[in-house]
């Protein structure tokens, strides 16, 4: 078991949030010319592929307990649905206008950490969540207006992640985060294999195969190994410290999400997704500010 660190948990997770929307800007370029599954299965098996040489090189194992292997499958399910329904968010949204809703996660991830792991949550945090949840509601009202029912796609990320997190902290100071890693790269691709051949022809157009140009092999590579490593973060981060105080730091993808938006595709959130975005991320803060008190003797 290892003792929890919460700066250390902390400054893994602004790692987290600094390449996991650089990667799904990536995975923004890809979605218009390659297939959400093929992407998907992509993103997978890129992991699988990094990570499994180091495991073998550092003398880790893929050998789990058959508890440990139920909750992994649990947990690559759930980082497919994840992974899945963001990617195929930012083929409708502004890559921040995607993050920001599916930024009532961390009102998920606090409940559940409360309810569920027993993890110590005051009423200031719940409120701060309940507020950035508000914020979070002003960012779905435009996007909603434009695009319709796909704006709720990052509902389910935020479902599915807030999930992923409870289970993979349940695990993570039980098993070595590579191998973690490695083992729901294999475990998500094997089933993603297992959907593809179960699928009828081109039937589903998420799941038809293209051939990718140099680039694209170049971006889905990229993609790849931007998603693991960010992973890999996130993983450690709760190895170190309670998921009720890590999950509010991922408010800081917003601002990152933005940034790259901006740069890459020349996105901005318009003035209500912008208002929705400053309320999320003044509660976020709120709450960065509450865990420094907290801690302070």
Request: glycine share 8%; with cysteine.
């Amino acid at each position: 078991m290892t003792a929890d660190r919460p700066v250390t948990g902390i400054l893994l997770m602004i790692g987290f949030c600094v390449l996991a929307p650089l990667g799904d800007a990536l995975a923004k370029v890809l979605g218009e010319t390659i297939p959400l599954g093929q992407l998907v299965l992509t993103r997978f098996a890129a992991q699988a592929l990094l990570l499994l040489p180091i495991v073998w090189w550092v003398g880790g194992t893929l050998w789990i307990s058959g508890r440990l292997f139920r909750l992994t499958l649990f947990r690559a399910v759930l980082h497919i649905i994840g992974i899945g329904a963001m990617f195929s968010a930012l083929r409708f949204l502004p890559l921040a206008d995607a993050l920001a809703i599916a930024f009532v996660m961390p009102f998920f991830s606090l409940l559940l950490g409360k309810y569920v792991l027993d993890e110590e949550v005051g009423i200031r945090r719940l409120s701060a969540c309940c507020v950035g949840f508000i914020g979070t509601l002003l960012v779905i009202q435009p996007s909603f207006a434009a695009v319709g029912a796909p704006a709720l796609l990052p509902l389910v990320v935020a479902v599915s992640f807030s999930l992923f997190m409870l289970v993979t902290r349940h695990i993570a100071k039980e098993m070595d985060p590579i191998s973690l890693q490695a083992t729901s790269g294999v475990i998500a691709s094997v089933i993603l294999l297992l959907i593809f051949i179960a699928a009828p022809g081109d039937s589903v157009e998420a799941l038809k195969v293209v051939a990718p140009e140099r680039g694209e092999w170049i971006l889905l590579l990229l993609v790849g190994t931007i998603g693991t490593l960010a992973h890999l973060l996130m993983t450690w981060s709760l190895r170190f410290a309670p998921s009720a105080t890590v999950a509010p730091m991922q408010y800081l993808e917003i601002p990152f999400a933005t940034l790259i938006g901006w740069l890459i595709f020349k996105d901005l959130p318009n003035g209500l997704a912008a208002l929705g975005i400053i309320i999320t991320m003044a509660a976020g803060l709120y709450i960065i500010f509450r865990e420094r008190a907290l801690a302070t003797p």
